[in-house]
């Protein structure tokens, strides 16, 4: 089994910098693409960043130029790096591994628990 702890979100005022952790833990050979997705009350869940096993990043457009993920493989933790933030980032904070157990298992799609990150203006 894998599991994905998450840590760094809180209250922040507009303009302020909040740095996003997730490690993962377990069971890992691998892991693929990694990924942030947030879900503010009465809006469907979107994707915010996420980067590749070769180290591509792709963002949603609403945070570029803003924010920043990068990863650390030795230590299969994801970082998410909130600057300007706004209040409409407001959200709840989760992170995506797609985990590849052992190399003869297939890759499984992996969740944290979510992290609150409240922007006051």
């Known amino acids: 089994q894998v599991q994905l702890v998450e840590s760094g979100g809180g209250l922040v005022q507009a303009g302020g910098t909040l740095r996003l952790s997730c490690a993962a833990s377990?069971?890992?050979?691998?892991?693929?693409?990694m990924g942030w997705y947030r879900h503010a009350p009465g809006k469907q869940r979107e994707m915010v960043a996420r980067i590749t096993s070769g180290v591509t990043a792709n963002y949603a457009d609403s945070v570029k130029g803003r924010f920043t993920i990068s990863r650390d493989n030795a230590k299969n933790t994801v970082y998410l790096q909130m600057n300007s933030l706004k209040p409409e980032d407001t959200a709840v904070y989760y992170c995506?591994?797609?985990?590849?157990?052992?190399?003869?298992?297939?890759?499984?799609?992996?969740w944290g628990q979510g992290t609150q990150v409240t922007v006051s203006s």
């Open positions: 995506n591994d797609e985990v590849r157990p052992a190399r003869w298992l297939r890759i499984n799609d992996y």
């Open positions: 377990g069971s890992i050979f691998s892991i693929e693409n």
